[in-house]
């Protein structure tokens, strides 16, 4: 039968373009874009990268009316010398190391209310063996374990559903200690002190109740379980009556036990020269005294020193006599007191025309008693002219000054470096060289130098040069900042006791100073509403739509990754009159990062600006916990570069904390807040400020948009206006946000907003891709999966009767198999269906396949049964067009790969289907044969969970689009109508099946007719494989893309499943792993390098999102295998559903580069050469066992 237009199979290949028109085309589109992108590239980096200053804004700073009662010259400062890391040598945990051995153990204690705690600890965590965390409170008659948040409001450590709260806030010390890899071991305080230093008196009711205690006691077990990292707990209560001692050792023996059954320590704050304390019984029964040696003079006494030599030394002879030595931890100071006095006065006349005889000084009144870090007393010292005076017997230092504003005296009594370097030689001579320090944050940093061996130390270099501590000295009233001073180091010169090696004078010469903040721009009944975080394309616009309506203009704080997100938005806030500040370009904590980074922070969002609105805002407001205000130097730091620029810091005085979640804020609780902060203004002037933060980005803004109608009408009914930033600091909307001059300016501002939008394209074309992948793979689930699992379990009607045996031609088409050829003829020999012809084509073999299939078979040969024919090389499509025009006579054939086994009872399977007459072809199950490493054996996964599954769903509507080479069945007539197999595609299979579906014809599957292929063994030859594969596949749609008109199911189902899921879908896929491996690494980074802002509430969201792309995934693939019927051969299937997360990451991989060298080739047009793929005739044990007892060839 000759067959119909036999010279379609001469067509022009799909794609052919011999002259290259079509690349070259595309060539110089791409050169010129890859052109103009790198131009633009190098001139936008190089602009992020070059600072551009801005106009300067300078303000007076403020002053105090100080005068000394002493002073000194106040001479150059020197430059700090670097801090030595940790002295322990040793793998052993710092607490099972036993107390006052070797050199010791070195502890300190961090409190989480002053942020310069936090800065020490970053800065000396290496030099610590031992952190006791000031984070419990049992401020409740009840034994309540309480905590403070950042608000300083109290929680309960152990909520009703017995969960354990977090109290590391945003667990910065944890992530501290773990960054800083020193061995650094932790221990949570509980205390009965409030965050106000009070203690509470009612630790006495408590303790003498031994059902608080054991409520308590419960509490902080689960507490102490709830971390690995807490290596045990420290006890501080204080201020106890002596009555509530007998409870309390008690509660320290019962707490011991506990612990120590977990493997945990206990250690025992404990005051000095106190007889109601058992110091004996309390170290029998703890781990250790920290023994308090200090307060000698405090709040509750007059001036004097705090922990004088000689009393310091005599406390711990007192105590070594009750306690051994390896139970003592000695608590040294650094710290100091404030007695606030009235000045001294004559005693003034009395009565009309009444004299005393004698005018005598009034006795000076206590005023107050303030605590001081020394960062503190040295400012105060350089502000007042003041000199410190090391007091001969108690060599404690000490400052007085008088503030002439105020008509008050200022006694300032403190611990230094020097008293700390006296104290430990002190010890170290009984024997004790463990210490712990009086706390982090308020030291003298020139202790860190002599800290680990106070002996060898030598004082005269090692603590003459004193650098600032962390606090800063903040002047003025108002929100915006404005860095007056750098710090600088202070100098100081002793005199050592050649005796006792003790320091017995000092003199700083010139005093550390630390950064100098003056504030500006309150106006006790002007407010400002600005916006941080944004612009949200959600919320932003809602909150303009409210602003409007109540003709209020804000400041808008914008981070410049969401503002080019979100261009539109943005450029409505500057169209409607707000103001603009930037807000970095992705809201790190500039603190924590390198200068170099924080220009390009700047510098990003700046040029945004300068693009998208032709501006420059001079408005900053800096990320995080410093927006407010800056606590510590090391905030104040990055400010001062900042200001540098040119830009005018802005703080928030007025924190709405509209972003909180647990529990969320309602809008009258918001405004309530409001009121309340502004009414406290009147008792503290520094906290005084005209800016209220609200947040219009970074989550959902609800509560937000509902209380700003509340807020703005509330507010002005108390008598307040509203007014924008520039108005506060006196200047012009156009001054504070200066359009951009210049033509050179001009252009840059257009290669940025160039670069810009290349930017935001590709962040939405990633999250579309994340979206649109999920939701693809979703619906592949839903609705392939159900349209797989209906045709699993219906029942297709049966046309053929017990006498349908018609005769089958089985094609098998051969170049260069003479490994395999034999074995394949001896599978579809033993087929349970025996009506057969079997026809070998060899396709110009440069071996002997033909001869090998010969000399195997000859008897069957002889009889008719099996045709071996060779002609000349011309490929695949070919080979078969001449067997059909020339051998094959029967009205059904199967096409079988020459590599390829087949069961027993595959084509028995396959053909009763064609007893339908609407029947064109028939899929079998190919499945991979050659399972011998784990590239076949994720091939073998692939089979089961692409091909197969898609094949179930098609069939369902009868419209399979590819019947495999591996093993399908045809109807001759319907082939020879459509013109055999076409040469213009090398994927002849699926093009055919196509021809015939255009036919009007059904192609379905049969998923019981098994055949095993050899698959490529390695990455090469699967690309090899592939690379033919995707190409034809191409070819075929294109070619039959009129098809979508022609047949509904085609046009609707099969086809876009083809381009969605394996052309687009791993296209894209790979930038969905990168995006993800990106961002993991990024977070790496943070966490690694700081640890203290690192954020890890983005990755989370990202990895949820991933992780529901790899489960929907891995559902799909698991179904896919539940699909599948049971057969011998394809036992242990199952195992290879566990290769799925190792193939997500790896094979995956390989057909998305297969597939952009498919688009390239596409593209430039060259012809395509059929790719042969060298034969190992390996097979699976399952599959040679199929092929076991065969009879041998005759």
Do not use: C
Not at 284 to 309: F, K, R, T
Not at 650 to 679: A, C, F, M, R, Y
Not at 740 to 754: E, P, T
């Amino acid at each position: 039968m000759d067959m119909a237009e036999p010279g379609t199979r001469e067509q022009k290949p799909i794609f052919l373009d011999e002259k290259r028109r079509r690349w070259k085309r595309l060539r110089r589109v791409l050169d010129i874009s890859a052109a103009v992108g790198l131009l633009t590239f190098i001139v936008f980096v190089l602009g992020v990268l070059r600072m551009r200053p801005l106009p300067e804004l300078l303000l007076a700073p403020a002053k105090h009316n100080y005068r000394a009662q002493n002073s000194r010259n106040i001479l150059s400062d020197d430059k700090a010398k670097k801090v030595r890391s940790a002295h322990r040598k040793t793998d052993r945990k710092a607490s099972d190391i036993p107390l006052n051995s070797d050199e010791g153990l070195r502890a300190a204690f961090y409190v989480d209310w002053d942020p310069a705690s936090y800065s020490s600890l970053k800065a000396h965590a290496k030099q610590l063996d031992m952190v006791f965390a000031d984070w419990l409170h049992v401020l409740t008659p009840d034994g309540k374990l309480q905590a403070y948040n950042s608000e300083f409001r109290t929680f309960n450590v152990i909520d009703r559903s017995g969960a354990v709260n977090n109290v590391d806030i945003d667990h910065k010390v944890e992530r501290t200690l773990t960054a800083a890899a020193a061995g650094t071991e932790l221990f949570p305080m509980v205390s009965n002190s409030a965050v106000n230093a009070d203690f509470s008196d009612t630790v006495g009711p408590f303790l003498e109740s031994p059902t608080a205690r054991q409520h308590f006691l419960d509490q902080l077990m689960r507490f102490v379980a709830s971390n690995p990292h807490y290596r045990g707990i420290s006890f501080d209560f204080e201020s106890m009556p002596a009555e509530a001692q007998p409870g309390y050792r008690q509660l320290i023996n019962d707490a011991f036990i506990a612990l120590h059954m977990r493997g945990l320590k206990l250690y025992i704050n404990t005051p000095v020269a106190d007889d109601d304390w058992d110091l004996k019984y309390m170290a029998a029964h703890s781990d250790g005294l920290l023994l308090m040696n200090y307060d000698q003079h405090q709040s509750e006494s007059e001036a004097g020193p705090i922990a004088a030599q000689d009393w310091f030394v005599k406390n711990l002879q007192d105590v070594l006599k009750q306690v051994p030595k390896d139970k003592i931890i000695v608590d040294i100071g650094s710290y100091g007191y404030d007695w606030v006095t009235t000045l001294p006065s004559a005693e003034q006349p009395t009565g009309k025309g009444k004299r005393t005889k004698k005018a005598t000084p009034a006795k000076p009144k206590l005023v107050r008693v303030e605590n001081k870090s020394l960062q503190e007393v040295w400012q105060t010292a350089s502000d007042s002219g003041s000199y410190v005076d090391l007091d001969d017997a108690s060599l404690n230092p000490h400052i007085t000054y008088d503030d002439e504003d105020q008509h008050q005296r200022h006694q300032v009594w403190f611990l230094d470096g020097v008293t700390i370097l006296n104290e430990m030689r002190a010890a170290r001579r009984m024997g004790l060289q463990t210490f712990s320090l009086w706390r982090l944050g308020s030291e003298d940093q020139s202790l860190w130098k002599i800290w680990d061996q106070p002996i060898k130390a030598n004082p005269l270099t090692d603590l003459a040069d004193v650098a600032p501590g962390y606090d800063l000295d903040i002047e003025g009233m108002g929100d915006i900042m404005h860095v007056s001073g750098k710090p600088k180091n202070g100098h100081r010169t002793m005199t050592i006791d050649d005796d006792s090696k003790l320091v017995d004078s000092e003199t700083l010469t010139s005093y550390p100073l630390s950064y100098s903040v003056d504030y500006f721009g309150y106006h006790p009944k002007k407010l400002v509403i600005s916006f941080d975080d944004g612009p949200d394309p959600v919320w932003t616009p809602r909150i303009l739509d409210v602003l409007n309506k109540y003709g209020v203009k804000g400041v808008f704080f914008m981070i410049g990754e969401e503002a080019d997100n979100s261009v539109g938005v943005m450029q409505r806030v500057y169209r409607e009159g707000h103001e603009i500040g930037n807000h970095t370009f992705t809201h790190p904590d500039i603190s924590a990062i390198s200068n170099r980074e924080v220009d390009v922070q700047m510098n990003l969002t700046e040029r945004l600006f300068a693009a998208k609105l032709g501006v420059q805002p001079l408005f900053f407001r800096p990320p995080y916990d410093i927006d407010e205000e800056p606590d510590t130097n090391d905030q104040a730091a990055p400010m001062e570069r900042v200001q540098a620029r040119g830009y005018i810091v802005v703080g928030n005085k007025i924190d709405t904390n509209d972003w909180q979640e647990n529990p969320k804020k309602t809008p009258q609780e918001i405004v309530d807040s409001v009121l309340k902060q502004l009414d406290a203004m009147k008792e503290r002037p520094d906290k005084a400020g005209s800016i209220i933060l609200m947040h219009d980005g970074g989550g959902d803004r609800s509560v937000t948009v509902a209380t700003l109608p509340l807020l703005i009408t509330t507010m002005r009914q108390h008598g307040y206006e509203f007014v924008t930033v520039a108005d506060l600091v006196g200047k012009s909307r156009e001054q504070v946000m200066p359009p951009i001059k210049g033509w050179r300016n001009k252009f840059l501002a257009q290669v940025d907003s160039l670069a810009f939008f290349g930017l935001a394209t590709f962040n939405h074309f990633v999250v579309a891709v994340f979206f649109i992948g999920d939701i693809l793979m979703s619906g592949r689930l839903i609705i392939i999966g159900l349209f797989a699992i209906i045709d699993r379990f219906r029942r297709r009607k049966n046309y053929a009767g017990p006498d349908y045996q018609p005769r089958v031609a089985v094609l098998i088409p051969a170049y260069n198999e003479e490994k395999v050829i034999v074995r394949t003829i001896r599978s579809v020999m033993m087929s349970t269906y025996k009506n057969l012809h079997i026809i070998v084509i060899d396709d110009g073999s440069k071996d002997l396949t033909a001869e090998v299939a010969r000399e195997a078979y000859p008897e069957d040969i002889a009889s008719g049964r099996l045709t071996v024919v060779k002609k000349e090389n011309a490929g695949k499509a070919e080979a078969l067009n001449y067997a059909l025009q020339n051998y094959v006579h029967e009205e059904i054939y199967v096409g079988i790969d020459a590599d390829t086994v087949i069961a027993h009872d595959a084509i028995a399977r396959l053909v009763p289907h064609f007893a339908n007459p609407q029947i064109g072809a028939v899929a079998g199950n190919a499945k991979v044969g050659n399972r011998v490493n784990l590239w076949t054996r994720w091939q073998a996964l692939e089979y089961i969970t692409s091909q197969n599954f898609e094949r179930r769903a098609l069939d369902l509507f009868d419209v399979v689009v590819v019947v495999p080479g591996a093993i399908g069945a045809w109807r001759t007539e319907a082939v020879h109508k459509g013109g055999g197999y076409h040469s213009n595609t090398v994927a002849e299979d699926a093009d055919l099946t196509m021809i015939l579906l255009e036919q009007g014809l059904s192609v379905i599957y049969e998923d019981r007719a098994l055949a095993f292929t050899e698959a490529p063994i390695n990455m090469n030859g699967l690309m090899r494989q592939r690379f033919r594969w995707s190409f034809g596949i191409m070819q075929a749609v294109f070619k039959h893309i009129g098809a979508v008109t022609k047949r509904r199911a085609m046009g609707l189902f099969a086809l876009p499943n083809i381009i969605i899921f394996q052309i687009l879908l791993p296209l894209v896929s790979p930038l969905i792993d990168l995006m993800f491996v990106a961002s993991f690494l990024k977070f790496l980074y943070d966490h690694h390098f700081h640890p203290e802002s690192a954020s890890s509430a983005s990755f989370v969201k990202l990895l949820y999102f991933f992780l529901a792309f790899m489960v929907i995934d891995f559902s799909a693939s698991a179904l896919a295998f539940l699909l599948e019927r049971k057969h011998p051969a394809s036992k242990g299937d199952m195992w290879l559903l566990m290769h799925i997360w190792i193939q997500r990451f790896t094979y995956r991989q390989v057909f998305s580069v297969v597939l952009f060298k498919t688009i390239k080739r596409v593209i430039d047009g060259r012809p395509f050469s059929w790719d042969k793929l060298e034969r190992t005739a390996q097979m699976s044990k399952s599959t040679d066992q199929m092929l076991n007892g065969t009879p041998s060839p005759k």
